[in-house]
């Protein structure tokens, strides 16, 4: 499903010095699985993230996803897959303030061609499978930090993408909150989506099914739930 053969991203701050964001990572996710990138500040967590999401390229190395390389891709090619196969998921929701609970959820299916009718049905639908459906035409401020992230999930998973990305969501929330998002992140990967989730906390990271360490952009550790990969 996702593939990152010795992928560097390597930043040139000046001619003398360089940063290797990532530093020839090779990692493979499966269909199905629950993974957690963890890593210090700085250790190419996000980097990572945003290359598995196509919102970056590598310097060096290949990406592929669902079996196609995507360097050759254009913009408007890696939006598409963007849109059809991806849900993002971050520590600040980043939903649109101006629009509604419901709009907001619509958003992403703006782009899919669906009819105003069905772009409810299914946001509604989203909606519901967070349990927000009694605050649909709320705005972003009026509603709790817990209750936002799970309209951001909701406009993750409205697309029904195949893979969920989320950088630190439970970042800006109480441990209280942050385990209700972990544990409905867990259902939707039961439910049979790729989750992969960025965090700098190991607790959060033992929420997923396995955990890949990243320190100074290279792999330390990999290992699932009962046992050690590499
Ligand atoms: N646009 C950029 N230009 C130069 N250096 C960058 C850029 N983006 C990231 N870096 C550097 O790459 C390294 C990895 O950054 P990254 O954002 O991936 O870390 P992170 O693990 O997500 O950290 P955090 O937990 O603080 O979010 C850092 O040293 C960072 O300073
Ligand atoms: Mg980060």
Known sequence: MIDLIEVYKIYFANLENEVRALDGITLHIGKGEFVAIVGQSGSGKSTCMNIIGCLDVPTQGEYIINDVNVAHYSDDALAALRNKTLGFVFQQYNLIGKLNILENVELPLIYGGYTPKERREMAMEALERV???????????????????????????????????????????????????????????????????????????????????????????DRVKGGLLS
């Not at 972990?182 to 960025?198: D, F, W």
């Open 131 to 221: 349990g927000l459906t009694n605050r649909i035409l709320h705005f972003p401020n009026e509603l709790s930090g817990g209750q936002q992230q799970r309209v951001s999930i909701a406009r993750a998973l409205v697309t029904k993408p195949q893979v969920i990305l989320a950088d630190e969501p439970t970042g800006a929330l109480d441990s209280k909150t942050g385990i209700e998002i972990l544990e409905l992140l867990q259902e939707l990967n039961r439910e049979g989506c790729t989750v992969v989730l960025i965090t700098h906390d190991t607790h959060i990271a033992s929420y997923a099914k396995r955990t890949v360490s990243l320190q100074d952009g290279k792999i330390t550790s």
